[in-house]
Structure formats: C-alpha cells, structure tokens
C-alpha cells in the first residue's frame, strides 16, 4: 500500500508560477513510476505528466508542455510538479498517482493504483 499526500497548491495570478510536492509513503518508492493529473469543475481527471522510476523518462499534456516541469527525488520519497507561465485554464484539483513499473510511464489514469487526495490550484486572470 502507498500513500500520496500532495502539498503546494494555492490561489496565484496568471504568469505565476506554484511547485506542487506528493510525498510517498512506500519504501520502495524507486520501484513506482509517478504522475500528476488534474480536475477541473465539470471535467474529467486529465493527464497532466509523467515521470519514470529512475526519473530518466519524462511525458507532458501538450497543453502544458514547456511550462511544467515534472521531477523526483527518489532519497526524498516525493514527486514534484514545477508549474510556471500559469494560465487560468490551469485551475483544477492536482493529483499525483503510482504505479508500480519497470520501465517507461502511463498517461492512462486507469492505469495507476495509487493517488492521493488532491491539492487545489487557482489562476486568476
């Protein structure tokens, strides 16, 4: 069993910038490829990105491509998500999620087994 608690959200202006933080509870947290999602009112949970166990391997939303930065410090047991440039269409509710992986990492929400309870971010314009 592993648990997620995320940590950083905020209420910031547009072009801001927040770090969200998801630690883990799971000794083994180097085995776990991670990933960050989001939920806005009204809308489904939505791939945001995706980091490899060894944190090697990176993927992105388009719409947040060159503006987050998603990385992991694997003595810290914690993921983190590096949100700059931020835009209103970024308010939602972020997750981070766990999967346990060998290699690579899924953009698929179903495919992870673990999340936490979400923090909120706000961009106002």
């Known amino acids: 069993q592993v648990q997620l608690v995320e940590s950083g959200g905020g209420l910031v202006q547009a072009g801001g910038s927040l770090r969200l933080s998801c630690a883990a509870s799971?000794?083994?947290?180097?085995?776990?490829?991670m990933g960050w999602f989001r939920q806005a009112p009204g809308k489904e949970r939505e791939f945001v990105a995706a980091?490899?166990?060894?944190?090697?391997?990176?993927s992105y939303a388009d719409s947040v491509k060159g503006r987050f930065t998603i990385s992991r410090d694997n003595a810290k047991n914690t993921v983190y998500l590096q949100m700059n440039s931020l835009k209103p269409e970024d308010t939602a509710v972020y997750y981070c999620?766990?999967?346990?992986?060998?290699?690579?990492?899924?953009?698929?929400?179903?495919?992870?087994?673990?999340w936490g309870q979400g923090t909120q971010v706000t961009v106002s314009s």
């Open positions: 799971a000794r083994t947290f180097s085995t776990y490829s």
């Open positions: 999620a766990a999967v346990l992986l060998s290699y690579g990492w899924f953009t698929d929400r179903d495919k992870y087994d673990y």
């Open positions: 980091i490899s166990r060894s944190g090697s391997s990176t």
